[in-house]
C-alpha cells in the first residue's frame, strides 16, 4: 500500500488559532482560499484544497513525500484499535521511515528506528519526526509555494472569480437583503 488521495482524510481537523488571551481568533475566519493560505501553513494543511495545490508543488521539488507523511501522521493519530494501529504504523514505517522506503523522508534519529516500535504503536509514536517534517516544511518549501507559480495563478483565477460581474451582482444583492 502506498499513501495516495484515496487514503487520504477528505478533511483535516481545524487547528485552533487564538488570540493573545486565549480567545478563538476571528480574524482568520473571514479568509479563504489562497488568501488564508499564506497566513500559515497550518492554515494551508487545514484546506482540501490547499493541500491539493501544495503537493502539485513539492512533487515539482521532488519532496512530496514530507506532506504525504504529515497527512499519513495526521490519519494515524485517529486510528483506533491495536491491530489497526500496527497496520498504518507499519505501513507508515515502511512507505516513509525504513531505509527501504519508496518516499522515504529525511528526519533526525532515523538511523535508530527499526521495526521493533511497531509492536507497541500509540497515536504520537510519530509526533518527534512529524514535527521535523512540518518544520522542514514550514521554513523551507512553504515560503518557497508562496512565491511558485501554482500559488500564484490559483491566487489569480481567484480574484478573477471575485472580480467577475456574477460575483459582484451576487454581492450587491446579498448586500441589498442585510442591509433592508
Excluded at 45 to 50: A, I, M, N, V
Aim: proline share 4%.
Amino acid at each position: 500500500l502506498s499513501w495516495n488521495e484515496a487514503s487520504l482524510p477528505a478533511v483535516f481537523p481545524p487547528f485552533k488559532i487564538n488570540d493573545s488571551e486565549g480567545h478563538p481568533s476571528s480574524s482568520h475566519q473571514t479568509l479563504k482560499g489562497t488568501s488564508k493560505w499564506a497566513t500559515s501553513l497550518e492554515n494551508l494543511l487545514e484546506d482540501p484544497e490547499g493541500v491539493k495545490r501544495f503537493r502539485e508543488f513539492l512533487k515539482k521539488e521532488f519532496s512530496e513525500e514530507n506532506v504525504l507523511f504529515w497527512l499519513a501522521c495526521e490519519e494515524f493519530k485517529k486510528t483506533q484499535g491495536k491491530k489497526q494501529m500496527q497496520e498504518k504504523a507499519k505501513e507508515i514505517y515502511m512507505t516513509f521511515l525504513s531505509s527501504k522506503a519508496s518516499s522515504q523522508v529525511n528526519v533526525e534519529g532515523q538511523s535508530r528506528l527499526n521495526e521493533t516500535i511497531l509492536e507497541t504503536p500509540h497515536p504520537l509514536m510519530f509526533q518527534k519526526l512529524q514535527d521535523q517534517i512540518f518544520n522542514l516544511m514550514k521554513y523551507d518549501s512553504y515560503s518557497r509555494f508562496l512565491k511558485s507559480d501554482i500559488f500564484l495563478n490559483h491566487k489569480k483565477s481567484e480574484e478573477q472569480e471575485e472580480n467577475s460581474p456574477e460575483a459582484q451582482t451576487a454581492a450587491k444583492r446579498a448586500s441589498r437583503i442585510y442591509n433592508t
